[in-house]
């Protein structure tokens, strides 16, 4: 049976940020040795609206190349490259803030090309294909103006790359949108590979959330991984989606931390938000 959760489906506004679901039990092996960061970093990483109790800086790697990134609360990166060009929260009248964007996949871009990668060194098992070919459909079944197309190669000539980072534990890695495109790159840890394909699904479908535009369920709790940690609004906001529940407990494939009963499935509320947006 599946695991029984509680939360609404929010939207979030767009950005190079990078957020990860992990399993519940184990954290991530980082792929490089952590380092510090400045202080006029982490006052620039505050006045975005990111929680800056636990910042590192790690390099992460892409079949194209690596580049330094801030990892926050151990599952949202930032590149360290660029970071003076992201908006601060824009202060309101009783000295709180809101951010004042929130860009989503454009009319122009909804005809979506995804490659799963078959690549040396990065290529998907063969569980983790059948997963995306799951979770493509999943998309694809929804009454919805996305349409995606997948293809399993070698070539990063796609709007999506899903790939095998070789990361140990469960779980993976996507970015949100930015100028009206979906993000590209979605890892995948190689210790998803352990899990059932419909766990594999449900990885694979949440990541994909994240990249045309959907922050974790629980972003301000994180109760599915038995924690209480804000994630902050990230430099990108969090916006709840009209017609979906406003609780930090819903039962969503969005939620932060996912269970080794998951199905793999959208529940009622997640096909209410993507129908909604798209």
């Known amino acids: 049976m599946k695991k029984i959760k509680f939360l609404a489906l929010c939207a979030i506004a767009a950005g190079f940020i990078t957020s990860c679901q992990k399993e519940e039990?184990?954290?991530?092996?980082?792929q490089e040795v952590a380092v510090t960061p400045t202080k006029d970093q982490l006052a620039k990483l505050n006045n975005m609206g990111v929680n800056t109790s636990d910042v590192k800086?790690?390099?992460i790697t892409f079949p194209d190349g690596s580049s330094d990134n801030f990892l926050v609360s151990g599952d949202i990166t930032i590149p360290v490259s660029g970071l003076e060009k992201f908006n601060?929260?824009?202060?309101?009248?009783n000295g709180n803030k809101q951010y004042r964007t929130n860009n989503l996949v454009s009319s122009g871009n909804r005809n979506i090309s995804v490659i799963g990668y078959t690549g040396s060194g990065n290529a998907l098992t063969s569980k983790?294909?059948?997963?995306?070919?799951?979770?493509?459909n999943n998309?694809?079944?929804?009454?919805?103006?996305l349409n995606f197309t997948l293809t399993f190669s070698a070539s990063t000539n796609a709007d999506m790359v899903v790939y095998n980072n070789g990361a140990s534990g469960g779980g993976g890695s996507a970015g949100f949108p930015s100028g009206g495109r979906a993000y590209k790159w979605i890892q995948i840890n190689q210790g998803t590979d352990a899990y059932n394909t419909n766990v594999i699904e449900h990885v694979m479908t949440h990541?994909?959330?994240?990249?045309?535009?959907?922050?974790?369920?629980?972003?301000r709790s994180r109760q599915s991984c038995g924690q209480n940690s804000n994630e902050g609004t990230a430099g990108v906001g969090a916006?709840?989606?009209?017609?979906?529940?406003?609780?930090d407990r819903a039962d969503s494939i969005m939620l932060a931390c996912f269970s080794s009963s998951d199905d793999g499935e959208f529940t009622s509320t997640d096909r209410t938000a993507i129908n909604t947006l798209y």
């Open 25 to 30: 039990v184990s954290n991530e092996t980082p």
């Open 57 to 59: 800086i790690e390099k």
């Open 88 to 93: 601060d929260l824009e202060a309101v009248a």
């Open 128 to 136: 983790m294909r059948t997963g995306l070919q799951w979770a493509v």
């Open 139 to 145: 998309y694809n079944a929804l009454n919805s103006s």
């Open 207 to 219: 990541e994909i959330g994240h990249c045309i535009g959907f922050r974790h369920q629980d972003w």
């Open 239 to 247: 916006v709840l989606i009209a017609g979906t529940p406003s609780s």
